[in-house]
């Protein structure tokens, strides 16, 4: 089968293309930053890709903010399915940018994908399209979102886009996937671009010795490429309908502060949000609010439904996925994509001496 992925060089998307290329289907790759070729013919020193040379796959260079139509359908055509991972985290200070890409980027992708004849769109939805809610929930749980999160907002937004063009397309196939925090080594370096002051070294990790936390606060992992074997099954089986993924157990703060060395400390959760709003707001580092919103506010995710329809089982238990999301982070791991590029401090001096805020990222 002839694959389109947008976001490819992703977190996720590299997975993807791992997965579906060991499948033995063709991948048409789509990113803003296309991925390096390899240095002189071989490896480079991260070892991983994917490359711009890579065998099976064909790369399209697309900004989904800048009239990308012409691009998608070109890229879309022959395509058995498409796979809608493009997404946008930072400038965190410019909601206007990121809706554009969330929002208006779904948009071109869904109207390219139709206009190109393509019968399967499976899109990247998330935990945070949901409504607040306790316990478990399943697919059924209403997507309104948490009003205060713009990630939550957006993914809401996104699924009601879904709605529509489903509605408007019926013989299409639309599969919707659900993950709770997605993790893998390769993307530590992503890890720490977003959740650290740019100056901040990789290795401050390692000097963490208090996690201060809220004891209620409950979180959920699930492994890239358990991700990404969920996504590989609904293609091949041209699945409709929305999946949540998530690995067991649920993680409390003490599990997190045991994989981080730390000692785990209450503290209320709204002492901490007001905290972290407020050094958000003076730009020191780039996680607004309404991530611990969602933290706080969202259920569980039930992924009956995957095992079911799927059979998708995650290979790697949360704790597995913390462990190895902590040590990549504690070494810098990288990979050699644009976007999961190795993070350096001295990228992050530059960026402060040239007046560049911690929550600031280059747009074209």
């Not at 809401?156 to 996937?177: G, N, W, Y």
């Not at 000097?207 to 969920?230: E, I, N, T």
Request: charged letters at 20%; glycine letters at 10%; hydrophobic letters at 45%.
């Amino acid at each position: 089968m002839r694959i389109a992925v947008t976001g490819a060089t992703g977190n996720v998307g590299t997975a993807l293309l791992r997965a579906l290329t060991g499948a033995g289907h063709e991948v048409v790759g789509l990113a803003r930053r296309p991925p390096p070729r390899r240095r002189d013919g071989g490896p480079t020193v991260a070892a991983h890709g994917p490359y711009a040379d890579d065998p099976g796959v064909e790369w399209h260079s697309v900004d989904l903010t800048h009239a990308p139509g012409g691009v998608l359908r070109r890229a879309f055509r022959g395509a058995d399915a498409v796979v809608h991972l493009a997404w946008g985290f930072q400038p965190t200070h410019d909601e206007a940018y990121l809706e554009r890409l969330a929002l208006g980027g779904t948009t071109e992708v869904l109207g390219a994908a139709a206009d190109a004849g393509v019968r399967h769109v499976l899109h990247m939805s998330s935990l945070g399209a949901y409504s607040p809610g306790e316990g478990l929930a399943d697919e059924r749980h209403p997507t309104e979102g948490v009003p205060t999160s713009p990630y939550s907002r957006h993914k809401a937004a996104a699924e009601r886009l879904l709605d529509d063009f489903h509605a408007d397309h019926p013989s299409i196939v639309v599969t919707r996937m659900r993950p709770s925090l997605i993790g893998q080594r390769r993307g530590a370096s992503g890890v720490l671009r977003y959740t650290l002051p740019a100056v901040v070294p990789a290795g401050a990790v390692r000097l963490l010795k208090v996690l201060p936390l809220d004891r209620a606060v409950r979180l959920q992992l699930v492994h890239a490429d358990d991700v990404a074997d969920a996504y590989l099954r609904a293609i091949q089986a041209r699945v409709p309908g929305a999946f949540n993924l998530a690995a067991d157990p649920v993680l409390t703060p003490a599990d997190l502060a045991d994989a981080l060395g730390a000692r785990h400390v209450h503290v209320p959760f709204r002492v901490l949000r007001t905290a972290a709003d407020l050094s958000w707001r003076l730009h020191l580092q780039q996680v607004d609010a309404g991530w611990l919103d969602m933290a706080w506010q969202l259920p569980q995710l039930d992924s009956s439904r995957a095992a079911l329809q799927l059979g998708w089982q995650p290979r790697k238990d949360a704790h597995a996925v913390l462990r190895e999301v902590v040590a990549g982070v504690r070494e810098a791991a990288y990979d050699d994509t644009p976007i999961l590029r190795r993070r350096t401090v001295a990228d992050g001096v530059l960026k402060a001496l040239t007046g560049r805020p911690a929550a600031h990222r280059r747009k074209p």
